[in-house]
Every structure is written in C-alpha cells, then in structure tokens.
T-cell receptor
Framework: GQNIDQPTEMTATEGAIVQINCTYQ??????LFWYQQHAGEAPTFLSY????GLEEKGRFSSFLSRSKGYSYLLLKELQMKDSASYLC??????????????FGQGTTLQVKP | DTGVSQDPRHKITKRGQNVTFRCDPI?????LYWYRQTLGQGPEFLTY????????KSRLLSDRFSAERPKGSFSTLEIQRTEQGDSAMYLC????????????FGPGTRLTVL
C-alpha cells in the first residue's frame, strides 16, 4: 500500500526555525516533493529530493533518507507569511511511469508573533 | 501569466447536473494531471495525460467522470449527474517530462454541489 504521514498541525514563533517531518511507505520511489499551500490557493512547489541528503534553497531546506523512508522540511527565520499548509508528496514508479504524486494530508503551520 | 490556468474558479451546481472544468497547462508541458482535494486533506490523483493520450485513471474516477485532452494542449474534466460527495477543489497540474518533471499547479476549481 501507499502511506505518507506528517503531523497535522504545528505552531512556531516568528523568527524561529521549524522542522516538518514526513515518513513514507510507497510501492515505488522516484522522488519526494514539498509544496506550500495557503488557504484557498493552489499548492506551490518548494523543493525536490531524489537522492539522500540535504537540499538548501534560501530559508527552506529539505532532507531525504531513502533507507528510512523519511524526509523533513526545515524553515528558517520564520515569517508570518509562512503560515500555510505544507504538503509532502512522493512520486512513485508505476507500470506506465505516470509520475503521479501521492500526497500526505498536509501539515498546517501557524506562525505566531 | 504563463502558469497553469483553470476555469471556472468556482462552480455551484445542483445535484444531478453536469459540470465541465477546463485546464490550460504551461504551454510546452507535455504531461497534465487532475487531482481532487477536500478540506484538510492532500490532493488525490484522478487522471494523467501524456500529450493527448490518457495513460492512467484512478479508481476514484467513477464512470460519471470523464477527461479529455484532444490536441495535447488544454484539458477538460466533466462530471455527469453530480452528487454532493463530488464537492471538492479540482486541481490541474502540468509538467515537462524532459525537465525534472516537477508538477506546477493551477489555482483550482472549487465545486459545490447543493
């Protein structure tokens, strides 16, 4: 089966650092994606990992361990505008190699002053 | 704007009516996906096109749902005989298979079935 787990909600303070974890069990693996989604809006691409290790992009970093089925998204110097839902998604291998994404339920992050 | 666009943004319909949504992908993208998202959940895959060919359909997609991408550019998703359980956000995404295949999402169509 396919299962992607991430915490439902997190709260952090403006200026702080927060780590959002994601664990996955999927029938195949061809990359892990993080998206940001503000309420009522479309998901926006943040990061992509296909090899083990850390990918850094400004205030956002994402880590992957394929052997552990684990990823995290690290947000530094939190700003109020970072309050959003963060979606972890795995791209699997299918017989047709569709590239479809399997999403977790999302983590709602609230940044407080 | 060269991103993914969807029309309409909102649709309210009565149970039993048919609705059709349109998605215009990023112009050079050859892959197009439809997802459905309900409140508090992540998007769920519905169907996938590579150019004009529909290559995969989720088991979530009942016989009432049909999708087309006639010329490998825009796509339509039709729901016949809508039910209240069809109320959701319908998201379209596109990607370029030769360039990392990252999916970029449109703003979505929010469907409310009364």
């Amino acid at each position: 089966g396919q299962n992607i787990d991430q915490p439902t909600e997190m709260t952090a303070t403006e200026g702080a650092i927060v780590q959002i974890n994601c664990t996955y069990q999927t029938s195949g693996f061809n990359g892990l994606f993080w998206y940001q989604q503000h309420a009522g809006e479309a998901p926006t691409f943040l990061s992509y990992n296909v090899l083990d290790g850390l990918e850094e992009k400004g205030r956002f970093s994402s880590f992957l361990s394929r052997s552990k089925g684990y990823s995290y998204l690290l947000l530094k110097e939190l700003q109020m505008k970072d309050s959003a839902s963060y979606l972890c998604a795995v791209r699997g291998h299918g017989s047709s190699n569709t590239g479809k994404l399997i999403f977790g339920q999302g983590t709602t992050l609230q940044v407080k002053p | 704007d060269t991103g993914v666009s969807q029309d309409p943004r909102h649709k309210i319909t009565k149970r039993g009516q048919n609705v059709t949504f349109r998605c215009d992908p990023i112009s050079e993208h050859n892959r197009l996906y439809w997802y459905r998202q309900t409140l508090g959940q992540g998007p769920e895959f519905l169907t996938y096109f590579q150019n004009e060919a529909q290559l995969e359909k989720s088991r979530l997609l009942s016989d009432r749902f049909s999708a087309e991408r006639p010329k490998g550019s825009f796509s339509t998703l039709e729901i016949q005989r809508t039910e209240q359980g069809d109320s959701a956000m319908y998201l379209c995404a596109s990607s370029l298979s030769t360039a990392g295949d990252t999916q970029y999402f449109g703003p979505g169509t929010r469907l409310t079935v009364l």
